[in-house]
């Protein structure tokens, strides 16, 4: 046995942790400097310094089996932390923010497409669409973080972005089933892509509700037992196996529907935490880090400089018009619009998670994968800067009286989670 994997793990591990607590002290998401530690440890960098005769990590098909177990657990989470009550609530206006959200960025993504993979067959026509769906993913946990320091997080504009957001992953994911559905045209008739991802969600929801009681009965038999999230981890993995095996879909949806229907029982939270412990303690580092060591950049001629250009533009401005105007027709005012498409505009984990699925279904080179990642870095970088100045004259038009105590106790900011 090569234990080389060891040496890998460990570089990883490490190289990831120490740059996510270096974007952490500017402000930024640590899943940002995973992706810079990939780049840096992989060949992208190494194989130009040392003519291809060294790299410190190379992909290998260990490491792709472990970042495809990170991509199901950051899922599963993901759908654990879905707040059901939240989406029930937040109504109408929430639900169109989300819904312009996912559409004008999905148009714009296939327009700037079409010159580069042209329309002339369907396996080309899917790649157009793929490049609109990862462009229709949200990430606001920068926003969350900004709108906390701002004091804004539960004010109106705040609870409508973090609404949609929930909303617009649900609309982004099963686009990203359907397209994923449809990449064997040949084999698979369109209806029946649809006939299939409607089975899977009946018959999922459906026996759902039955393991959801199940894991009632166990929370009261055995509160805060160890067995409860792996019971969890157990139902998160048979739902992943049985969307791609069965239904020909994404795996991701499988464990993000099994996260929602375990997101509203007594134990969630705890699931929730043990669960993390495990991904983001190994799973989690190795997938975003692998995503940076397959990152090649020796292809990059003119052609592809122009498509990162024009997809990152098409990726933050479809946000904030389609966000926005969704909000300014739902008689929010022009900065609040704004602020609202602002807010929906950061990238993160969602759409490397899209791009990753593309790449393995057929439809992305991975030569694209460099432009998702500046689109995340950039609007890492650019969203709390526009938040900050946005919100920054309605702090200053506060009544003649001074804030109020209510006020000032909710723009307390909140203490950022531990590294």
Known sequence: MDYRFLLD?????????????????????????????????????WFPMTGGKFTLVRSTDFLNVIAELGVIMIMFSA??????????NCGLKAGFVALLGVGVPLALGFGIAVPFF????????????????????TSVSITVETLRELGKLKGKTGTVILSAAIIDDVIGIIVLTFVIGMKNPG????????VKTALFFIIGIALGVGLNYLFRWLEKKYPHRRRVPIFGLVMCFVYAFCA??????ADITGAYLAGILLSNTRETGYIERKVDVNTYMIFAPVF????????????????????CLLFVLAGMGGKIIGCGAAAKACKFSWRESLQIGVGMMA???????????????????????????????????????????????????????????ETLKEQQPLPLSDG
Request: proline fraction near 5%.
């Open 79 to 88: 759908g654990l932390e879905t707040d059901l009550h939240e989406l029930k």
């Open 288 to 307: 975003f880090a692998n995503i940076g060591i397959k990152t090649d950049f020796s292809g990059f001629v003119p052609q592809i400089l122009l498509f």
């Open 118 to 137: 042209g329309v002339s067959d369907t396996h080309n026509v899917l790649k157009c669409v793929f490049i609109g769906v990862i462009l229709t993913a």
């Open 244 to 249: 791609e095996h069965f239904f020909g879909i």
């Open 347 to 405: 990238r993160g984990e969602v759409a490397l998670i899209v791009a990753q699925k593309g790449i393995t279904a057929g439809l992305l080179d991975e030569i694209y994968v460099a432009p998702v990642i500046m689109l995340v870095i950039i609007s890492s970088l650019v969203t709390p800067i526009l938040l900050k100045l946005l919100f920054k004259k309605d702090s200053n038009e506060l009544p003649l009286g001074g804030p109020s105590n």
């Open 9 to 45: 793990l460990a570089i990883i591990l490490f190289v990831t942790k120490v740059l996510g607590l270096v974007m952490k002290k500017f402000g930024l998401p640590q899943v940002v400097g995973a992706l810079i530690a990939g780049i840096l440890i992989g060949p992208a960098i």
């Open 187 to 194: 084999e698979t008739k369109p209806y029946m892509v649809l």
